[in-house]
């Protein structure tokens, strides 16, 4: 799993004890993926990308997801090994590393990136730009979904400093969403509510929707419905 525990050794020595290192909830760090749609094949590969900005520049990371059953890393060759496809963007330095593995649950993706330097990440690519994408890792999901729009999560997220303090975003988990498509259709396409329930309702693009949700099609309980 390309040195994931030693990754994880790396960054919970960075993160610290308790009483050494502080961690603070911060208002300008923000982190969200995109919304992806996968084809339920079990080999199609689609990339999710994941942003990162803030004022501050960081050196390491981790953050979870939690995806709908059925939802896999996809593996790649590099070099004599098969290993995760999750790759950095231009904003890494040589000596960042990232690994990824899926957990015995089927639903939880850890992610973890450090520098064995302790190097700060770039807040532009190799010409000066400006750039937010911090990393893609590819996802395949199994041909028996069924079809549909499902909301993940993206939690226990911690970026570190090379200092070893941290800082969290003051919204988490942050919310996406993952169409699946040419899997398994049920007879119910979408379910029509006249009224909402308890559970709360999303848009698309996985906000939570306070009050009421307005006419339209909605997340709600991990499925698409329709409201009236």
């Known amino acids: 799993m390309r040195n994931i525990f030693i990754s994880m050794l790396a960054v919970a020595m960075m ?22 749609t996968l084809v339920a094949d079990g080999t199609t590969v689609t990339k999710m990308t994941v942003y990162e900005n803030d004022h501050l520049n960081y050196s390491a990371f981790n ?61 532009d690519d190799e010409d000066g730009n400006p750039m937010d994408a911090l990393y893609t890792i590819g996802l395949t999901a199994d041909p028996d979904m069924e079809d549909g729009t499902y909301t993940v999560q993206m939690l226990d997220i911690k970026f570190v400093l090379a200092t070893a303090d941290a800082c969290v975003p003051i919204e ?51 499925r698409k419905v329709a409201v009236k």
């Not at 009224?195 to 698309?204: G, I, K, R, V």
Request: glycine fraction near 8%; proline fraction near 5%; charged fraction near 20%.
């Open 63 to 123: 953050m979870a997801f939690i995806v709908p059953k059925g939802i896999h890393i996809a593996m790649v060759k590099k070099g004599r090994d098969l290993v995760e496809d999750i790759d950095l963007t231009a904003r890494a330095a040589a000596t960042h590393s990232i690994a990824c593995n899926m957990l015995a649950d089927g639903e939880t993706i850890k992610v973890i990136a450090d520098s064995s330097m302790l190097d700060d990440f770039y807040p």
């Open 172 to 222: 988490q988990p942050v919310l996406g969403t993952f169409t699946i498509t040419g899997g398994v259709v049920t007879a119910i396409d979408e379910v029509e509510c006249d009224t909402a329930e308890d559970e709360p309702y999303y848009d698309l693009f996985g906000r939570i929707v306070n009050g009421t949700p307005a006419p339209g099609i909605y997340i709600h309980n991990g």
């Open 15 to 36: 993160s610290g004890t308790a009483s050494a290192y502080t961690t603070t909830k911060s208002e300008t760090l923000k982190v969200w993926f995109d919304p992806v």
